[in-house]
């Protein structure tokens, strides 16, 4: 097991076997932990490893990940979103129990001050009623591209306060995107999109992928590395702690 002392702070660092299908990193108190698919080469799995490892590094000596921050998306009395070209303010109100509803662009949520875990829960139906206002831009979006591209059978499409990675398909085509995509630019929501779709097509992230999702967007490495940069401070002045995904690195 080793260390390595970054900004005057001491990590350990854990390195396991997993039976996932990609790799990750994530801080996990004082300790860095990096997973490795167990179904990879040796030397390939440890070349991966290693460069996640500086990455992760890297990020954290800039101070783009913190392991004290928080990892859902949260809102204040009074801010104002965007999301898919529809505008929203927040207001939070007094009252005994939980409840929310829209009114000319509003979402107003009643809030219990005596509930143990207020944030959590007014976040959470602050989210919902987002997702609820764009959901049809949302799935239109998704199926225009699938049409165009790839004509692949959609089970669902659904939207999720995730912290690990910024899309998933199932192999039985059901689509979950990051809730933060909602306010990132279009383009770059449209990028996580025609990943997941490609999964629809190529389950691992080899060169039959990689030339699919080129031929439908050839600047997506563009996109990836704005991603990467940018995507995680959507809503936040701050770096999420989310893991590390490199093997989907968009």
Sequence with gaps: MDSVVINNRAYVITRIISRNRNASARLKGGAIVVS??????VKE???IGEDLLRRVIKSIEKGRWSPDGSKRTEFSHGQRVKALGKEFEIVFVGGARFGVR?????????VD????KKQEKTSSLVRK???DAVMPE???????????????????????????RWGSCSRDGKISLNFRLLFVPEDILD????????HTKYRSHGPRFWALVESVMPDHKEKRRWLRRNGWSALSEKQDTADFMPEEPY
Excluded: C, M
Excluded at 36 to 41: A, D, M
Excluded at 102 to 110: D, F, K, W
Excluded at 138 to 164: C, Y
Excluded at 191 to 198: C, F, G, T
């Design 36 to 41: 490795l698919p167990g179904r990879w080469p």
């Design 45 to 47: 799995r440890e070349k």
């Design 102 to 110: 829209s009114e000319n662009g509003r979402i107003i949520v009643r």
């Design 113 to 116: 001050e005596s509930h143990p």
């Design 129 to 131: 009623r987002i997702i």
């Design 138 to 164: 949302l799935l239109e979006r998704v199926q225009r591209i699938n049409q165009t591209h790839f004509q692949s059978e959609i089970k669902h499409v659904k939207v999720r306060d995730a912290t690990t």
């Design 191 to 198: 990028y996580v999109i025609v990943h997941e779709l490609a």
